[in-house]
């Protein structure tokens, strides 16, 4: 009986501790990116493949959470683009989105990100690739993006194709 009620003060304990008002005032920290990624080759692009906006024009909005202390921020990043923001780097090589004539509607982005983090105790951090592919707003559970601590998710790739009326 007393594993039971012990059971049930830390469940109700759990719970309160869980409400809170919302994520914490701070934002994640953009920081620059070390020589060595910022150097390392980035594979090239053919530019625009066909109809729409040019490949360099185009901007993708990925969101990016730090499941640690529940910080998360849009980033905003242009085909070849990376950005470092704490210890993450995301770097963006092209974003698409189907014609609006086109069903059904999707919108992706190809992405790398580099987390910097220990590979074993007693070693130092060090930039590693956890992800380089596709990811999917519509479909987020085709390629995920598999790490303990970030999670980095397609929001939006702004291009517009030949007769599209303009979002105002």
Known sequence: MNFVRAAMIAAACA????????????????????????????????????????????????????????????????????????DVVLRLQSCERTAPWEDPAETGAFVQVLVNERVAAGEEAQFRQ???????????????????????????CAMSFPGEEPNS
């Open 15 to 86: 719970a309160i501790c869980a409400c809170d008002d919302g994520p914490p005032e701070r934002a994640v920290q953009e920081t620059e990116i070390p020589d060595e990624l910022a150097s390392a080759q980035q594979p090239e692009f053919a530019g625009n493949p066909g109809i729409g906006t040019p490949l360099e024009e185009r901007v993708a909005t990925l969101g990016l959470i730090n499941k640690r202390n529940n910080i998360s921020q849009d980033v905003e990043l242009r085909p070849g683009e990376q950005r470092r923001l704490d």
């Open 130 to 156: 956890v992800f380089s592919g596709w990811l999917f707003k519509n479909s987020p559970s085709l390629n995920v993006v598999e790490h303990p601590i970030y999670d980095v998710w397609v929001k939006d």
